[in-house]
C-alpha cells in the first residue's frame, strides 16, 4: 500500500461544477503538498499546509492531522483547471527533509 | 524574484552515454531536491543537498549522481544511459523553512 494514496484517480466535470480531491496518508509528517501538472508541463505548488485550510482564488485545501487526510476542492470549475492534481507529503523527522513522497496523481478534464 | 531555472530544458541522449542536468535555486535557497518523473513510476525522490552535503538519497542506483556547489547550485549525472531513464527530471529548492519549497520546470530526457 503506497504511503499516499489519491482519490478518485480519473474525474470528469462540466464546466461550473464542485470538484473535490481527496489524499490519505500513513506517515506522520510535517506539510503537505498540493500540486498541479498540465499536460506536458512543469509541476506548480498550489498548497502547502500542515494544519486547517487555505484559500486561493477558487482553490481551498484543507487538512485534518488526526485522520491524516487532505481535500483540495476547486469551486466553479473551468476548462483550464483541467490538469494532474498531485498531493504529496513531507514525512515528519529530520532525516527526511527535502524529501517529498507523492500520491499517484488525480486527472481532472473539465468540459465546457 | 526569480525561480529555480533548470537547463536544459529537452535533451536527447543515446543509450550509453552519460549526462548531467543543471538547477539554479531560488536565491537565499541552501536546500536542493531531485526527482524523476515516469509515466509508470510517477514522481520518485533521488536525493536531496544541502550546504554541499547529500543528506537525503532515494533508491536510485548508482549511475545517479549529484553535486551541490558553494552556490548552491546543483547538478544531477546519470551515467551508462538506459532507456528507461527517459523521464521528465525535476528540481525543487527550499530556504530554513518547507513553506518556500519551489519546483523548476523541469528537464525532459530522451534516451534512444
Known amino acids: 500500500k503506497n504511503e499516499v494514496e489519491q482519490s478518485p484517480q480519473n474525474l470528469t466535470a462540466q464546466e461550473g461544477e464542485f470538484i473535490t480531491i481527496n489524499c490519505s496518508y500513513s506517515v506522520g509528517i510535517s506539510a503537505l503538498h498540493w500540486l498541479q501538472q498540465h499536460p506536458g508541463g512543469g509541476i506548480v505548488s498550489l498548497f502547502m499546509?500542515?494544519?486547517g485550510k487555505k484559500k486561493h482564488g477558487r482553490l481551498i485545501a484543507t487538512i485534518n492531522i488526526q485522520e491524516k487526510h487532505s481535500s483540495l476542492h476547486i469551486t466553479a470549475s473551468h476548462p483550464r483547471d483541467s490538469a494532474v492534481y498531485i498531493c504529496a507529503v513531507f514525512p515528519a523527522g529530520g532525516t527526511s527533509y527535502g524529501k517529498l513522497t507523492f500520491g499517484q496523481g488525480t486527472i481532472l478534464t473539465v468540459h465546457p | 524574484k526569480a525561480g529555480v531555472t533548470q537547463t536544459p530544458r529537452y535533451l536527447i541522449k543515446t543509450r550509453g552515454q552519460q549526462v548531467t542536468l543543471s538547477c539554479s535555486p531560488i536565491?537565499?535557497?541552501?536546500?536542493v531536491s531531485w526527482y524523476q518523473q515516469t509515466p509508470g513510476q510517477g514522481l520518485q525522490f533521488l536525493f536531496e543537498?544541502?550546504?554541499?552535503?547529500?543528506?537525503n538519497k532515494g533508491n536510485f542506483p548508482g549511475r545517479f549522481s549529484g553535486r551541490q556547489f558553494s552556490n548552491s547550485r546543483s547538478e544531477m549525472n546519470v551515467s551508462t544511459l538506459e532507456l528507461g531513464d527517459s523521464a521528465l527530471y525535476l528540481c525543487?529548492?527550499?530556504?530554513?523553512?518547507?513553506?518556500?519549497?519551489?519546483f523548476g520546470s523541469g528537464t525532459r530526457l530522451t534516451v534512444v
Open positions: 543537498y544541502f550546504s554541499e552535503t547529500q543528506r
Open positions: 525543487a529548492s527550499s530556504g530554513e523553512s518547507i513553506y518556500g519549497y519551489t
Open positions: 536565491s537565499g535557497h541552501r536546500s
Open positions: 499546509l500542515s494544519s
